[in-house]
T-cell receptor, first 111, second 114 residues
Framework: QKEVEQDPGPLSVPEGAIVSLNCTYS??????FMWYRQYSRKGPELLMY????GNKEDGRFTAQVDKSSKYISLFIRDSQPSDSATYLC???????????FGTGTSLTVIP | DTEVTQTPKHLVMGMTNKKSLKCEQH?????MYWYKQKAKKPPELMFV???????INESVPSRFSPECPNSSLLNLHLHALQPEDSALYLC?????????????FGPGTRLLVL
C-alpha cells in the first residue's frame, strides 16, 4: 500500500467553480501536511501548510486535515484560469526522515 | 524570505561531461534535499542532508555525488550521466529536522543529457 494516495485526475472545471482536491494516507504518525502548486516545468510552490488536525484558510484556499480518517483536502474557491496547474499533497512526521508525496492532481480551469 | 535558489536553470550535457548543480538558501534551514522529477510524476527523493551530514541516500547511482559545503549551500556533482537522467532536479529545505515542518522548493534545474 502506498503511503499517500491522490487521484491524478485530470480535473477540468469552469471558471468560478469550487474545486476540491483530496489525499488519503496510511501512516497515522504523519503530523505535517502540505499542498503544493506546480506549473509545467517549474518547481513546486508551497500553498498551504497544516500541523496536525484542523482547518486553515488563506484567501481563496482552505486546507483541511482529518487525522481520524487519514484524509486531507484542499478547497479552491472562485477558481481562476491561473489556478490551472498540478497540485501535490505532501506529508511528513513519520519515522522516516523524509516527506511522502501524492502523485499530483492535474487541474484545468476553463475561462 | 522563503526562497531557495538553484543554478543553472537549464543544463545540457553530454554523457562524458562533468557538471555541478548548485542550491542556496538563507533561511537558516538545517535540512536540505535533492529530488529528481520526471514529467507528470511527483518528486523522487535522492539525498537528504541534516546539519550538513548526509542523512539519506536513496540508492542513487554513484554518477550523482552530493556535497554540502555549509549550512546554506548544497551541490550535486554530475559525471557520466545517461540520457534517462534527463529530468527536473529540485532542491528543497526545511527548518530543522528532515521530514518535519514546512518544506520549501527551489525552481529547479532542467537537465538534458545527450
Amino acid at each position: 500500500q502506498k503511503e499517500v494516495e491522490q487521484d491524478p485526475g485530470p480535473l477540468s472545471v469552469p471558471e468560478g467553480a469550487i474545486v476540491s482536491l483530496n489525499c488519503t494516507y496510511s501512516n497515522s504518525a504523519f503530523q505535517y501536511f502540505m499542498w503544493y502548486r506546480q506549473y509545467s516545468r517549474k518547481g513546486p510552490e508551497l500553498l498551504m501548510y497544516t500541523y496536525s488536525s484542523g482547518n486553515k484558510e488563506d484567501g481563496r484556499f482552505t486546507a483541511q486535515v482529518d487525522k481520524s480518517s487519514k484524509y486531507i483536502s484542499l478547497f479552491i474557491r472562485d477558481s481562476q484560469p491561473s489556478d490551472s496547474a498540478t497540485y501535490l499533497c505532501a506529508m511528513g512526521g513519520g519515522t522516516g526522515n523524509q516527506f511522502y508525496f501524492g502523485t499530483g492532481t492535474s487541474l484545468t480551469v476553463i475561462p | 524570505d522563503t526562497e531557495v535558489t538553484q543554478t543553472p536553470k537549464h543544463l545540457v550535457m553530454g554523457m562524458t561531461n562533468k557538471k555541478s548543480l548548485k542550491c542556496e538558501q538563507h533561511m537558516g534551514h538545517r535540512a536540505m534535499y535533492w529530488y529528481k522529477q520526471k514529467a507528470k510524476k511527483p518528486p523522487e527523493l535522492m539525498f537528504v542532508y541534516s546539519y550538513e551530514k548526509l542523512s539519506i541516500n536513496e540508492s542513487v547511482p554513484s554518477r550523482f555525488s552530493p556535497e554540502c559545503p555549509n549550512s546554506s549551500l548544497l551541490n550535486l556533482h554530475l559525471h557520466a550521466l545517461q540520457p534517462e537522467d534527463s529530468a527536473l532536479y529540485l532542491c528543497a529545505s526545511t527548518p530543522r529536522l528532515p521530514g518535519r515542518e514546512t518544506q520549501y522548493f527551489g525552481p529547479g534545474t532542467r537537465l538534458l543529457v545527450l
